[in-house]
């Protein structure tokens, strides 16, 4: 069984559980607090970031894109009808263009900042960066919030799965990233229907059930977040 070291409130690695239930392919879970840089973990990923697999031979994958190519080349491509790259490379470029937003945009303007001010800080020393949240990047990502969701709705509505006519890793890199939002009830659904009845999919794919069973310390999901039909 290959190791995946993690964090269940950073969407990367909500990525990377999901690809590899999409396989099903079990997965052995070490939460990892990056901000304490320990000696160990930075033996394997001297940048500190998340998530980290290791793989056969416990060679460390570091990214969650690196980790999604290495799946692909190693599973994916005997999965024929459920690869989550397309064989076409106009298609497959859509993909990753996807990917990038919800993992990239997506967080560096919305979750990485709710993530850190309403989960993190309140757990991590002060001389580590916890401490009060910051409401005014709180206000922004929130605005930005809304930005996102219609994007997601427009794709939601004229696409079957968000790149295409079959479920790849566009649906389960916004998938996790919305997952985290939702859980913390950063989300209004009215008025994105097409976004939330995709959502809905996949919250009942076989591989979504562990996220919806995560919790955090001292803060739980709104009540409808673990909800198949909401």
């Known amino acids: 069984m290959l190791t995946l070291f993690h964090h269940p409130m950073f969407a990367t ?27 160990e973990f930075l033996a394997l990923n001297a940048a500190g970031t998340l998530p980290v697999l290791l793989a056969e031979g416990d060679v460390p994958i570091i990214g969650a894109h690196v980790i999604a190519e290495y799946l692909d080349e190693t599973r994916g491509v005997l999965k024929r009808d459920r690869r989550l790259l397309a064989e076409d490379p106009l298609d497959r470029a859509e993909i990753r263009r996807l990917c990038d937003w919800y993992l990239v945009k997506t967080e560096s303007e919305v979750t990485r900042h709710l993530v850190r001010e309403r989960v993190l800080k309140p757990l991590m020393p002060e001389a580590l960066g916890g401490g009060s949240p910051d409401s005014s990047a709180i206000r922004a990502a929130r605005a930005n919030v809304r930005q996102h969701m219609k994007y ?22 916004a998938a996790a990233t919305l997952s985290i939002l939702d859980y913390l009830g950063e989300i209004d659904w009215s008025g994105h229907t097409a976004a ?32 198949l039909d909401f």
């Open 196 to 227: 939330r009845e995709w959502y809905t999919r996949m919250k009942s794919r076989p591989s979504f059930r562990p996220l919806l069973a995560d919790r955090v310390r001292g803060l739980s999901p709104v009540a409808h977040y673990a909800d």
């Open 152 to 173: 997601t709705n427009w794709l939601a509505g004229t696409r079957h799965w968000l790149a295409g006519p079959r479920i790849t890793y566009a649906d389960l890199a």
């Open 13 to 39: 690695c909500r990525f990377v559980r999901l690809a590899f239930g999409e396989f099903n392919e079990e997965l052995s879970l070490i939460e990892e607090k990056p901000w304490t840089r320990r000696k």
